[in-house]
């Protein structure tokens, strides 16, 4: 009888492994959003990549002020709020991150503080993993200049904004300290109690006679191959390599996975471009 019921427990394993419902959620960057779903992402790029989910409709994208300090309330109280609210509204049991720039220090800060906010720690243990497009984990000297009223301020402030908190946390020396003080992830700190996992932009190109320039929008590209002159030559135009690479680990660079070996600009990792969207689609139950 006992072997009876370790065969029928055995054989219904699989079953029960396969029950586990996985979420998805789109965490945007800099901004104020109150239409990511269109404005950050678009559509093409959200309703390709949760196509990988079991239940397509298990995902969220998140809207909120990221003009603010990552530890606000408007920042990652909204971003808890909203997350708790979809792991509790859909079953979440394993909870998938996509997160872009600065949307991945506002991640890095519920992971590193789970006393700050009640809601922290039911985050944490459902979340599987975070898979951060360009995060800008160690700032760029885009937010110094910004501050500064440097004079290409206006070029970059569709992209950045203007002298918003946000911006003025994302000054090279201000996410030194926040990373040696309060965040987990980064070189001789603690680990993160999650993966978080990087994809690194190398490059802009914005030639006019090339088609792959387009994608994402041509002007928003010629402008981020603009700022990449105050960037090192490794840099998405709006982040160096060493800063999307600062904390966790990398996933993998642009080109190396890339359909025609492109790379990707900082626009273009939160956009349908290259085969970025098949690969975290098929990432989403692996």
Known sequence: MQKLVCCVLLAAAPCIASAETTGVAFVHGTGHQTD????????????????????????????????????????????????????????????IVLTHSNGGNVMRWILSNPTWDSRYPGIISKLARVNALAPSSAGTPLADAVMNGNVFEQSVGWLLGYESDAVRQQQLSWMAFYNQNYLYGTSGRPSLPKPFRSVVGTDVESAIWDGDSYCAGY???????????????????FLECSSQSAAGSVWFTDKSRMRGSEPLSHNQSRRACFGLDVILRNDLNS
């Open 36 to 95: 990511a779903y269109n404005d950050y992402w678009q559509p093409a790029m959200v309703d390709s990549v949760r196509q990988g989910l079991t239940d397509p409709a298990n995902y969220v994208v998140v809207n909120c002020d990221f003009t603010r300090y990552m530890w606000d309330n408007a920042a990652a109280g909204c971003l808890a709020g909203q997350l708790t609210g979809f792991i509790n509204s859909r079953g979440i049991d394993r909870l």
């Open 219 to 237: 002007a928003e590209n010629v402008g981020l191959e603009a700022t990449q002159w105050w960037l090192d030559s490794c840099s998405d135009g």
